[in-house]
């Protein structure tokens, strides 16, 4: 099973992988940095329940699919719009590091809806290693 996440991950185009491995997981994952700081646990939480509710998806899907997109939609919607009107505000590095995950966060977000809206209607296959 763990082998066929992995060549579902890594069918994915090459931009997808080098984004969730080396940006959107490391940015996301870095806020348990920040424990401290002020509202840190709840950032912490925010930041990164919607990866681990991934976790179930892809087990059951055996891959990537569409379907992962869902899981992000409310912890991370909730912690852009938190960052956006009510940031809280600690040290230098972590307000840097909040603008970092609020931008990142976004982006994901922009892919995350349209995903969410094609899984609903019906693309739900997930990604597979395409037979040469």
């Known amino acids: 099973m763990i082998l066929e996440i992995w060549k579902s991950f890594r069918s994915m185009p090459t931009w997808v992988q080098i984004w969730v491995a080396f940006i959107l997981a490391p940015v996301n994952m870095a806020s348990l940095a920040f424990l401290s ?4 646990l ?6 990164n329940i919607a990866m681990m509710m991934n976790m179930p998806v892809m087990l059951y899907d055996r891959g990537f699919s569409k379907l992962m997109a869902l899981p992000h ?10 960052l956006v009107a009510a940031r809280p505000i600690g040290s230098d590095i972590y307000n840097s590091y909040l603008s ?3 931008v990142i966060n976004t982006i994901s977000l922009l892919f995350d809806y349209p ?8 693309d739900r296959q997930p990604s597979r290693p395409q037979n040469r």
Request: glycine share 6%; charged share 15%.
């Open 42 to 47: 709840w950032i912490a939480f925010l930041a």
């Open 115 to 122: 995903d969410a809206l094609h899984w609903k209607r019906g």
């Open 73 to 82: 939609l409310l912890p991370w919607t909730i912690l852009v719009i938190w």
């Open 37 to 40: 700081e002020p509202s840190g």
């Open 100 to 102: 970092v995950l609020l």
